[in-house]
């Protein structure tokens, strides 16, 4: 029903800035929801940040001040600009989107994950 596209994850050290793009193609849906969650090895995935169709924003503690997501108007893109990097925001970042069918049916759908690695 829906495809996740994940762009802009790399290597960058400590300080750094990193900007991470997904984008929803396909049909039939409606988006409600779409956000950022990483997992590291050996350990839960857990949320990053989300925008919901409304513009309403929710963040982890962690990255609070940090970092900012948000969604081109144009398209069914999300964005998480990535800002003063930690090497604790090392992980696997995957792109979710929460959507809303022509069937009435919510459903998750989960990117393929970008690396994302910040240096000391």
Request: aromatic share 8%; proline share 2%; with cysteine.
């Amino acid at each position: 029903q829906v495809q996740l596209a994940e762009s802009g994850g790399g290597l960058v050290q400590a300080g750094g800035s990193l900007r991470l793009s997904c984008a929803a193609s396909g049909s039939g849906f409606r988006i409600i929801v779409m956000g950022w969650y990483r997992q590291v090895p050996g350990k839960q995935r857990e949320l990053v940040a989300t925008i919901t169709s409304n513009g309403s924003t929710n963040y982890a503690n962690s990255v609070k001040g940090r970092f900012t997501i948000s969604r081109d108007k144009a398209e069914n893109t999300v964005a998480l600009q990535m800002n003063s990097l930690k090497p604790e925001d090392t992980a696997v970042y995957y792109c979710n989107a929460r959507i809303f069918t022509d069937s009435f049916v919510i459903s998750d759908h989960w990117g393929q994950g970008t690396q994302v690695t910040v240096s000391s």
